[in-house]
């Protein structure tokens, strides 16, 4: 989900950052993060110092699991283009970044 790339890729963060790091209305992102939580996928924690702060976290198997799916996913790709030279891979990413920026023009359309 959106919520566990976020976190995955901004690490301990508020859940008010996360709110609107996400873009996301507030009672949303508490039902999210209740489901998750019960999921054992986030863990969630007062400030001591400030018991209105919550911070939000991936847990330790989440982070691990994302870096696997990761890995693996390194190695499907790197298999799959194993065979094309330096300038084949070149021109394809080309073709990808000019098909993902018509792709962003038609639907802003």
């Known amino acids: 989900t959106e ?12 859940q008010s950052e996360l709110q609107k790091g996400i873009n996301i209305d507030r009672a949303a992102i508490t039902r999210h993060l209740q489901q998750l939580e019960s999921l054992n996928y986030i863990e969630r924690f007062k400030e001591s ?5 919550t911070w939000v976290k991936l847990a330790i198997s989440t982070q691990k699991e994302i870096e696997n799916l990761f890995r693996l996913r390194n190695q ?3 298999g799959v283009l194993a065979d094309f030279s330096y300038e084949q891979l070149a021109g394809f990413y080309e073709m990808l970044n000019v098909i993902e920026a018509n792709l ?3 639907m802003k359309e």
Do not use: H
């Open 3 to 14: 919520i566990l790339k976020y976190l995955y890729e901004n690490g301990k963060v508020t």
């Open 49 to 53: 110092s400030n018991q209105r702060v």
């Open 76 to 78: 499907f790709v790197d």
């Open 104 to 106: 962003s023009k038609t």
